[in-house]
């Protein structure tokens, strides 16, 4: 996505997982978790974690999930990756979002991928997160270029 603004603000956008509800709609909730404390798969237990809700619906069919998203690694303006790291002591799949934001010369521009690992949701993952990207593409749009 082309962006008419700053990458410091594009990239206020997708740095925080809390943001994603008001322009992403598969996203229907994201709420900042207490650092987990010790260590997390690995990972540094203070880092930013979030509980994620995604529903998505496809004709009548509907399918949520919760995660808990930890922001594995961040490059202010320009790179937020999140990783799906659960504290239950159980395996889940594997998810990672990386959202890139770089400097154009009118503005900016972002890069988004999502990995998820499982099977569970198949081609109706595909065609449903397809649909909703370019929904999220325009409502992103519009709410860097009203600021």
Sequence with gaps: MEAPC????L?????DLARYPSWLGIVERAVALPAAGGDVAGR????????VDLRGRL?????SKRLRMVRTELVEPSLAVFERHETDGR???HWMLRAEVSRRPAG????????????????VLERLLSEEVERGRDRLLGLV???
């Excluded at 990239?11 to 740095?15: C, G, H, K």
């Excluded at 004709?59 to 399918?63: D, L, N």
């Design 6 to 9: 700053p990458p410091e603000e």
């Design 11 to 15: 990239f206020a956008w997708v740095d």
């Design 44 to 51: 540094e237990a203070d880092a930013p974690a979030w509980s």
């Design 59 to 63: 004709g009548p069919f509907a399918r």
């Design 91 to 93: 395996h889940h799949s």
């Design 108 to 123: 900016s521009a972002l890069l988004m991928r999502l990995h998820y690992g499982g099977g569970l949701w198949g081609p």
């Design 145 to 147: 270029s009203a600021t």
